[in-house]
């Protein structure tokens, strides 16, 4: 991989650039509203290997495919259940992706090599028109190099796949900030939530039912190395930036007596936007609201390496609502380190 990466516009000049590269099988980064994707037909298995090439993936991680219209849902699996059509109904389209039986038009390197595949329906403008004059579905993981943290810009993308991707589409940046919630269907029906996001639990419960969604255990505990997995990112640490991140549970008070006792040289603090008036040690902040840490989180863990810290002590956030989308992705950026003071 040896591309000159093209910074390309949201202009319809340069969407149907970039659908004609996609048409002929390459590589495109894409905005959406949640992160930027690394998009590829997902039909087509030469392309969509060159996204595991290009980030440096393990190919066991299965990938979403990303649809244009909800009716296209029919297209490529072969069953619906009756609250993945009313989860669609509430949310779609947007930040929901819903993991059911695949039709074998979806190719096993797409799938990760299970016989489900997660289908989204984006709701960013310049992602739906990408997808209808590709004239296909996208395969689309975040577009940063495997396990580094997510992007939440076209420069965040640019600086990651600089010569891996002939084309990056700039979107703006996303306004939610963490990778779309993923969701499962038990035999009975009942929800699983897979990868919490910006359409949380209760969000879910509040359409199907509270007796009728219940969390995986991967979302907040470590999954072991050889256990399958229906979802991206629950497997692996990810979302890590070159810093070792310890997340310390407890107040403010107990929270800065333990940097205190820990500080020296290459060590920041992760605290709220509320926390940093006299805070006395070098800190970067995300947000105070569980929306706004889910939008800055990412850029965030980027900034860390910008400041070559080696240590990063990380305030817990709650983990209620989007909350627990924040705590999912900092705990696997911590590889599942926490102290709880």
Not at 69 to 83: A, G, M, Q, R
Not at 257 to 279: K, Q, R
Request: proline share 6%; glycine share 10%.
């Amino acid at each position: 991989m040896n591309y000159d990466t093209q910074m390309l516009s949201s202009s319809e000049e340069d969407i149907d650039k970039a659908a004609e590269l996609l048409k002929k099988g390459m590589v495109v980064g894409i905005p959406t509203e949640t992160v930027y994707g690394l998009a590829a037909d997902a039909l087509n298995t030469e392309a969509v290997a060159l996204i595991f090439k290009a980030k440096g993936r393990p190919q066991d991680n299965p990938l979403i495919v990303h649809i244009g219209e909800l009716s296209d849902i029919y297209k490529y699996v072969t069953e619906v259940p009756e609250n993945a059509l009313k989860l669609a109904d509430a949310f779609w389209p947007g930040p929901l992706t819903m993991v059911m039986p695949k039709k074998d038009i979806i190719p096993m390197v797409t799938s990760g090599g299970l016989d489900t595949v997660g289908i989204r329906f984006p709701v960013h403008p310049a992602a739906r028109e990408i997808i209808k004059r590709s004239g296909c579905p996208l395969a689309a993981p975040s577009a940063n190099l495997s396990g580094s943290p997510s992007p939440t810009t076209a420069m965040h993308v640019f600086k990651d796949m600089n010569g891996r991707i002939p084309a990056i589409v700039d979107g703006g940046d996303c306004a939610v900030g963490v990778e779309s919630t993923v969701v499962s269907f038990d035999k009975d029906g009942k929800v699983r939530l897979l990868r919490p996001g910006f359409v949380s639990l209760e969000d879910i419960k509040s359409i199907v039912g509270d007796n009728n969604a219940l969390c995986a255990k991967g979302v907040t505990e470590k999954i072991s190395d050889g256990e399958r997995v229906l979802s991206p990112g629950m497997k692996y640490k990810h979302y890590s930036p070159k810093a070792n991140v310890t997340i310390l549970c407890g107040g403010m008070d107990k929270f800065t007596g333990y940097v205190s006792a820990h500080n020296g040289e290459g060590v920041c603090s992760m605290i709220f936007d509320s926390d940093a008036d006299g805070f006395p040690f070098e800190y970067i902040t995300y947000g105070d609201t569980s929306e706004e840490q889910a939008r800055r989180l990412f850029s965030v863990l980027r900034s860390i390496d910008d400041m070559g810290a080696v240590q990063v002590y990380a305030r817990c956030p709650d983990q209620t609502g989007v909350g627990l989308a924040v705590y999912n992705r900092l705990l696997r950026a911590a590889g599942f380190e926490v102290v709880n003071l």
